[in-house]
């Protein structure tokens, strides 16, 4: 009678059928779900998603891009009618950097609505004010380009959120 774990085949190799059954199960599941998964996803192409990507050429976090827009919409009333005017002056330039349609932007509260997006990525709040409500801090766009070199302002020892980090032990004092 032969062994049933054959040193020619090990265990982890070995095909059941209920292996097979789970396998297929599990791919028949993620085909039917596929089509709803985008809705699952943080709203990543709303309009002003779209605009932000335009205005500034960086990775985006769309849960931050919320955070921003709630803080703009008290600030700026105007934001959801500016938001696909300037889409729209972007499309007719088929632009898709901020350079091919920014001239193009009429002076007033259209420019000052782009200036006021980008600004708020970069800083991380609506106003650079003491009192300004903070969205983004660590992941504040002006951090990013120097993040390898320049450490994040904070009074936690080991950087931003580092509350409960563990100090650095210290060296050994010499004793005299």
């Known amino acids: 009678m ?15 059928r209920r292996k097979v059954i789970i ?14 998964l985008p809705a699952l996803l943080p709203e990543a192409d709303t309009p002003f998603m779209q605009l932000s ?9 769309a849960e931050i891009g919320k955070r921003i827009v709630a803080a703009l919409t008290t600030l ?3 934001l959801a009618q500016d938001v696909p005017a300037l889409l729209a002056i972007a499309s007719k330039k088929d632009a ?4 091919d349609f920014f001239p193009d ?3 007033g509260p259209l420019k000052e609505t782009a200036l006021s997006i980008i600004s708020a990525w ?11 409500q903070v969205f983004a801090y660590e992941n504040a766009l002006m951090y990013q380009p120097t993040r390898d070199v320049m450490t994040i302002p904070s009074y936690a020892k080991s950087g931003p959120n580092g509350w409960n980090a563990d100090a650095p032990p210290l060296t050994d004092m010499p004793k005299f």
């Open 76 to 78: 700026r009333p105007t």
């Open 53 to 61: 990507k335009l205005l500034i050429p960086h990775q985006l976090d």
């Open 23 to 36: 396998g297929g199960t599990l791919l028949a599941g993620s085909l039917a779900a596929g089509p709803a």
């Open 105 to 107: 932007v009429p002076e």
């Open 122 to 132: 970069y800083m991380g709040v609506a106003v650079d004010a003491p009192d300004a």
């Open 2 to 16: 032969p062994a049933r774990d054959r040193d020619d085949s090990p265990s982890m190799f070995n095909l059941s």
């Open 96 to 99: 898709r950097i901020v350079e």
